[in-house]
């Protein structure tokens, strides 16, 4: 068990819908992290925040958003969504920022119909 | 900014065999280099990291060479097992910087 948890495990939507991912980070740990895996595919980074803030943005769709709240838990908001938004979608969080190593949650599997 | 290459994107290896995966980064300042090993319907797991200012470093049959003037980074998984059997990333990570950028992933099957 990595210690970070992330909700619901499943989620299936149709297409226009907009869907809300939650991630509660490791005990301690003040990154946050979100990944986006399609199938057969890489990790693409989508944002990172560290003690509630932006930190760094990867490809991060304009009709996506995240925060992380004071409790350092964090929210990623999937709205419009289309066809190719399915995916697992990973939250990994890590003590300081990048330069330590990221635990990962089980992620949450978007099925977009 | 980074730009991280992995290859091969499938290795096969008969069980016992020594399997290697090589990784190339564009930005000279990265100086962080974590491998993550992701098991089929699992999450990605770190597995072994080294920073610039080491050549290699290794854990049990595990082990990463770094070349700093090359801008490359390999893995070195010796006597391998069937529960070698995964997809492994690996991630360059600027100084100063907080993206951590992945490589695409190599499938790696070990034959029995």
């Known amino acids: 068990d990595s210690g970070v948890t992330q909700t619901p495990k499943h989620l299936i939507t149709a297409t226009g819908q907009r869907v809300t991912l939650r991630c509660s980070p490791r005990?301690?740990?003040?990154?946050v992290y979100w990944y986006q895996q399609s199938l057969d595919q890489g990790l693409q980074f989508l944002i990172q925040?560290?003690?509630?803030?932006?930190?760094a943005k990867g490809n991060i769709l304009e009709r996506f958003s995240a925060q992380q709240f004071p409790d350092l838990h964090s929210e990623l908001n999937l709205s419009s969504l289309e066809l190719g938004d399915s995916a697992l979608y990973f939250c990994?969080?890590?003590?300081?920022?990048?330069?330590?190593?990221?635990?990962f949650g089980n992620g949450t599997r978007l099925t977009v119909t | 900014g980074e730009n991280v290459e992995q290859h091969p994107s499938t290795l096969s290896v008969q069980e016992g065999d020594s399997a290697v995966i090589k990784c190339t980064y564009s930005?000279?300042?990265?100086?962080?280099f974590p491998w993550y090993k992701q098991e089929l319907g699992k999450r990605p797991q770190l597995i072994i990291d080294?920073?610039?200012?080491?050549g290699e470093k290794k854990d049990q049959r595990i082990a990463v060479t770094l070349n700093k003037t090359a801008k490359h980074f390999s893995l070195h998984i010796t006597e391998t097992q069937p529960e070698d059997s995964a997809v492994y990333f690996c991630?360059?990570?600027?100084?100063?910087?907080?993206?951590?950028?992945f490589g695409k992933g190599t499938r790696l099957h070990i034959l029995p």
């Open positions: 925040y560290y003690n509630g803030e932006e930190r």
């Open positions: 930005d000279s300042a990265s100086n962080y």
């Open positions: 080294i920073r610039s200012n080491v």
């Open positions: 005990s301690g740990d003040l990154s």
């Open positions: 991630a360059a990570v600027g100084a100063g910087d907080d993206k951590i950028i």
């Open positions: 990994a969080s890590s003590q300081q920022g990048a330069q330590s190593p990221l635990h």
